[in-house]
T-cell receptor, first 109, second 115 residues
Framework: QKEVEQDPGPLSVPEGAIVSLNCTYS??????FMWYRQYSRKGPELLMY????GNKEDGRFTAQVDKSSKYISLFIRDSQPSDSATYLC?????????FGKGTRLHILP | GAVVSQHPSWVICKSGTSVKIECRSL??????MFWYRQFPKQSLMLMAT?????????EQGVEKDKFLINHASLTLSTLTVTSAHPEDSSFYIC???????????FGPGTRLTVL
């Protein structure tokens, strides 16, 4: 079993819809959880950073961590075509940062 | 499949020394490899893109003489931080993509600490 699992998609949703992106992980030693957005040929941009269970909100983005289920989510409200990108989850334990494979998201105008 | 490894995972060195970091694709051929830096709680910063057998393309502001990249084979790229200084302390992360280029696979990162 991989340490971090993420559905690669692609995920297509209409503009204005709520998007839900998810990752599961197997190791309870993960301490920090991040979501990145990556546009084509660009480096991943950090969107959200959290270390505790619960929700963290920033504008249209909400990150949710459920440590008991080893499950993290990123919600995007009022999705826009500019949100079309690859979204990567990542987790840190000790010296390692483990990335999910990324989910390709397409917002349809 | 699609595993990328980095070695070492953590290195501590004295100021002025050079450090080599290896990035390997274990079960696929990586025509393109990317090198990133990450400072705490910041975005990954793309440093350079390297294609097997050709010179790396560096992002603006990245000193090519300080960060030497060699992509000698389809499974191995190396980043050498020359004359390292404390401000070079960071997470260095590589990723690799195949010829199709539709997915990037990230390595686990190398934490460099320069004393």
């Amino acid at each position: 079993q991989k340490e971090v699992e993420q559905d690669p998609g692609p995920l297509s949703v209409p503009e204005g819809a709520i998007v839900s992106l998810n990752c599961t992980y197997s190791n309870s030693a993960f301490q920090y959880f991040m979501w990145y957005r990556q546009y084509s040929r660009k480096g991943p941009e950090l969107l959200m950073y959290t270390y505790s269970s619960g929700n963290k909100e920033d504008g249209r983005f909400t990150a949710q961590v459920d440590k008991s289920s080893k499950y993290i989510s990123l919600f995007i409200r009022d999705s826009q075509p500019s949100d079309s990108a690859t979204y990567l989850c990542a987790m840190i334990k000790g010296d390692k940062i483990i990335f999910g494979k990324g989910t390709r998201l397409h917002i349809l105008p | 499949g699609a595993v990328v490894s980095q070695h070492p995972s953590w290195v501590i060195c004295k100021s002025g020394t050079s450090v080599k970091i290896e990035c390997r694709s274990l079960d696929f051929q990586a025509t393109t490899m990317f090198w990133y830096r990450q400072f705490p709680k910041q975005s990954l910063m793309l440093m350079a893109t390297s294609n097997e057998g050709s010179k790396a393309t560096y992002e603006q502001g990245v000193e090519k003489d300080k960060f030497l990249i060699n992509h000698a084979s389809l499974t191995l790229s190396t980043l050498t931080v020359t004359s390292a200084h404390p401000e070079d302390s960071s997470f260095y992360i590589c990723s690799a993509s195949t010829l199709a280029g539709d997915e990037q696979f990230f390595g686990p990162g190398t934490r460099l600490t320069v004393l």
